[in-house]
């Protein structure tokens, strides 16, 4: 399965952003879905899972309340809406699949599929 993801990019501290990932091959609608975040000298942050029938979602706590994450398995998406972005939100965000089990998984270790990353700046 390959990932694509988009929807990155430039917006002032309270604003909005929604990143898509769409897949292609593979049996998406098993999957659970992930997204994560990097900075520069830092380690991959996981941000949100769902799992494979979208039923179950965990967030990091730094962005409970603000971001929400869903999935379509018809068109074969995962979504983040992300609001009330802060500045501590500018990061790549990568979106992820784990292909086997079907456990929503923090740990980045347990995702076997990776998109390209997106890059969101949220300026002060």
């Known amino acids: 399965v390959q990932l694509q993801a988009s929807g990155g990019g430039l917006v002032q501290t309270g604003g909005a952003l929604r990143l898509s990932c769409t897949a292609s091959?593979?049996?998406?609608?098993?999957?659970?879905m992930g997204w994560f975040r990097q900075t520069p000298g830092k380690e991959r942050e996981f941000v949100a899972a769902?799992?494979?029938?979208?039923?179950?979602?965990d967030y990091v706590c730094s962005v409970k309340g603000r971001f929400t994450i869903s999935r379509d398995n018809v068109k074969n998406a995962v979504y983040l809406q992300m609001n009330s972005l802060q500045p501590d939100d500018t990061a790549v965000y990568y979106c992820?699949?784990?292909?086997?089990?079907?456990?929503?998984?923090?740990?980045?270790?347990?995702?076997?599929?990776w998109g390209q990353g997106t890059l969101v700046t949220v300026s002060s």
């Open positions: 091959g593979g049996t998406f609608r098993t999957y659970v």
């Open positions: 769902i799992s494979w029938p979208g039923t179950k979602t």
């Open positions: 992820a699949a784990k292909t086997t089990g079907g456990s929503t998984e923090r740990d980045y270790s347990y995702y076997d599929r």
